[in-house]
């Protein structure tokens, strides 16, 4: 199976801030890598797909990159609706596996 | 619009059999794969299995923990997607949700959710 490792598992920010959360895969995975925003009694919402792909209707404040198997998602200027925790997930094979999580917590 | 219903959580005790289904609707249910995700209280996200569209075989997988006890089925006349469980675990209990994927070239991602339905195994 592949592992993927999220980091960190939580930041305390403020509004404005610029955020960067990272996700390692196990193996090569190219760039089968999507990211998703999940709200406390809420589904998850898919925020990036294929590494760097923004999902329509998702701000452009958001925004995926890759190097090899690690993988990063920024958030340029945190707005107050962010605040919420991420999940990076594999779609390279199966079992298709996510990330930890990284909970984004105001500071 | 989009409608993702999943029904049939509850409370079972150990070693029992519960049966979730997952009512779609706002797309074209019988082309789409489908996937189950749980979520263990104040825990991350879990892939649990999925199904392809008959299309496409109709074939399943599964995660490890899970294989060999729980069953993804679907019901492509009924728009309905389901999960058969069995031999349940106290670590099975978690909100399960049903989802749909979708692609863009090559890609594939969790597009639509469900609300989710509280499984609880417990004695």
């Known amino acids: 199976d592949i592992q993927m490792t999220q980091s960190p598992s939580s930041l305390s920010v403020s509004v404005g801030d610029r955020v960067t959360i990272t996700c390692r895969a196990s193996q090569s995975i190219s760039s089968y890598l999507n990211w998703y925003q999940q709200k406390p009694g809420k589904a998850p919402k898919l925020l990036i797909y294929?590494?760097?792909s923004l999902q329509s209707g998702v701000p452009s404040r958001f925004s995926g990159s890759a190097s090899g198997t690690d993988f990063t998602l920024t958030i340029s200027s945190l707005q107050p609706e962010d605040f919420a925790t991420y999940y990076c997930q594999q779609s390279y094979s199966t079992p298709l596996t996510f990330g930890g999580g990284t909970r984004v917590e105001i500071k | 619009e989009v409608h993702l219903v999943e029904s049939g959580g509850g409370l079972v005790k150990p070693g029992g059999s519960l049966r979730l289904s997952c009512a779609a609707s706002?797309?074209?249910?019988?082309?789409?794969?489908m996937s189950w995700v749980r979520q263990a209280p104040g825990k991350g996200l879990e892939w649990v299995g999925r199904i392809k569209s008959k299309t496409d075989g109709g074939t399943t997988d599964y995660a490890t923990p899970v294989k060999g006890r729980f069953t993804i089925s679907r019901d492509d006349s009924k728009n309905t997607l389901y999960l058969q469980m069995n031999s349940l675990k106290t670590e099975d209990t978690a909100v399960y949700y049903c989802?749909?994927?979708?692609?863009?070239?090559?890609?594939?991602?969790?597009?639509?959710w469900g609300q989710g339905t509280l499984v609880t195994v417990s004695s």
């Open positions: 706002g797309f074209t249910f019988s082309t789409t794969w």
């Open positions: 989802t749909a994927e979708g692609s863009s070239s090559s890609w594939v991602y969790f597009y639509y």
């Open positions: 294929g590494a760097s």
